[in-house]
Nanobody
């Protein structure tokens, strides 16, 4: 079982960068596929980026390709989301999830990202 806690959110201006972190505790983090999700008010949850357990496979939503980068450090049990060239439409609550063979067995509470135009 994993416990996940996100950090790094905040209020920034369009064009700025933020780096989100998702710290995990529990067993077998390195066996879990991980992902970042976001949900804006009145919108459905969107899968922003995913990363396989070994970091070799990554995927991104079209809306963030070329701007966001997902990475992980299994030794530190942490997943990162580097967000560059932020836009106002990136404003949402960002949360991480993980699982073995999926991305949503476990969830964190989320961190707010607000981008002003």
């Amino acid at each position: 079982q994993l416990q996940l806690v996100e950090s790094g959110g905040g209020l920034v201006r369009a064009g700025d960068s933020l780096r989100l972190s998702c710290a995990a505790s529990g067993r077998d983090f390195s066996s879990h596929d991980m992902a970042w999700f976001r949900q804006a008010p009145g919108k459905e949850r969107e899968t922003v980026a995913t990363i396989s357990w070994n970091g070799r496979s990554r995927s991104y939503a079209d809306s963030v390709k070329g701007r966001f980068t997902i990475s992980r450090d299994n030794a530190k049990k942490t997943v990162f989301l580097q967000m560059d060239s932020l836009k106002s439409e990136d404003t949402a609550i960002y949360s991480c999830g993980g699982g073995i063979g999926n991305w949503d067995d476990y969830w964190g509470p989320g961190t707010q990202v607000a981008v002003s135009s």
